[in-house]
């Protein structure tokens, strides 16, 4: 059992990471709580949060558009996000903050691309790492090793539930809202 504080370490890795590859993409969403609360009950379940993010989200990180995201989809979309200046290699700077920032419970840095690299990573040195490391199989709840629509959008949906009632309250969605889908 995850105690608060790693819960809400994680549940910030994973909307940081979202909203990375949010803002990626051109589809720009109604972020409101209202909108994601499509019953008007004041709460988000999972259904209206899966709902909502599979119509705006998904399909941007299923690269090849076969329903399913496997991890070449994942990591592919989390490198161009990261390669801010976009050449095709991360830099110190860019693969350095997204180790620390987004893979910090996975992923020690130094051991993973320092040994390898002293200056830029390419692609193929990024996933290696991240992918010896199994950030992505922890998302695959079924392991059939793709991500379906709704275990992507359960992985997020529950770490952004900070207290785990199995609702998103107005405070839980407008925290990540505010940071993260905002722009």
């Known amino acids: 059992m995850w105690s608060i504080k790693e819960h809400a370490g994680k549940a910030l890795k994973t909307s940081t990471l979202l909203f990375l590859l949010l803002t990626v993409v051109n589809v ?6 209202n909108e994601w609360d499509s019953n008007n009950n004041s709460k988000i379940s999972m259904d209206e949060f899966q709902s909502h993010f599979v119509e705006y989200y998904y399909s941007d990180w299923d690269m090849n558009n076969d329903n399913h995201l496997d991890d070449e ?12 200046n976009n050449n095709d290699r991360l830099d110190f700077s860019e693969s350095k903050w997204g ?25 193929r040195t990024f996933y290696r790492s991240i992918y010896e490391s199994g950030y992505y199989r922890d998302f695959d709840s079924d392991s059939d090793g793709h991500l379906n629509e709704n275990e992507l959008a359960k ?27 905002e722009t």
């Open 28 to 33: 720009v969403p109604d972020t409101s709580f």
């Open 73 to 84: 989809d994942f990591y592919r979309m989390t490198f161009k996000v990261l390669d801010s």
């Open 99 to 123: 180790y620390d920032y987004l893979y910090g419970d996975y992923v020690d840095y130094e051991v993973a691309v320092k040994k390898e690299s002293d200056s830029e990573i390419d692609y």
């Open 155 to 181: 992985a997020i949906y529950t770490t952004w539930d900070i207290d785990g009632n199995g609702y998103l309250s107005n405070n839980e969605f407008t925290t990540f809202n505010n940071l993260y889908l």
